[in-house]
Nanobody, 122 residues
Framework: VQLQASGGGLVQAGGSLRLSCAASERTFNSYVMGWFRESPNKEHEFVASISWGGRVTDYADSVKGRFTISRDDTENTVHLQMDNLKPEDTAVYYC????????????????WGRGTQVTVSS
């Protein structure tokens, strides 16, 4: 499955951004979808995941209460709504697809899209 992330940009602290990830495959609804981020200090840090059908979501402690993951299986798209952004959220954000539920491990997501840069200024 091919993935394409979009929606990154430059925003001030406290602002919001909405990332989107479009998938090429019609079997999109069979994949667990995840968002990860990479910065100079952290490699492939787990951000959020959503199960098949969207019933189960999981978040890193650092983003709980600020970020919301959702999916639209009719559009083969997963979104990451990011509110109350902080400078430490600055990173390249990647979406990923896999078949293992409830996992935060990057190696269990075989499919990755190109990242989108998010920069939060203080």
């Amino acid at each position: 499955v091919q993935l394409q992330a979009s929606g990154g940009g430059l925003v001030q602290a406290g602002g919001s951004l909405r990332l989107s990830c479009a998938a090429s495959e019609r079997t999109f609804n069979s994949y667990v979808m995840g968002w990860f981020r990479e910065s100079p200090n952290k490699e492939h840090e787990f951000v959020a995941s959503i199960s098949w059908g969207g019933r189960v979501t999981d978040y890193a402690d650092s983003v709980k209460g600020r970020f919301t993951i959702s999916r639209d299986d009719t559009e083969n798209t997963v979104h990451l709504q990011m509110d109350n952004l902080k400078p430490e959220d600055t990173a390249v954000y990647y979406c990923a697809a896999g078949n293992t539920p409830a996992t935060t491990l990057p190696r269990l997501y075989p499919y990755w899209g190109r990242g989108t840069q998010v920069t939060v200024s203080s």
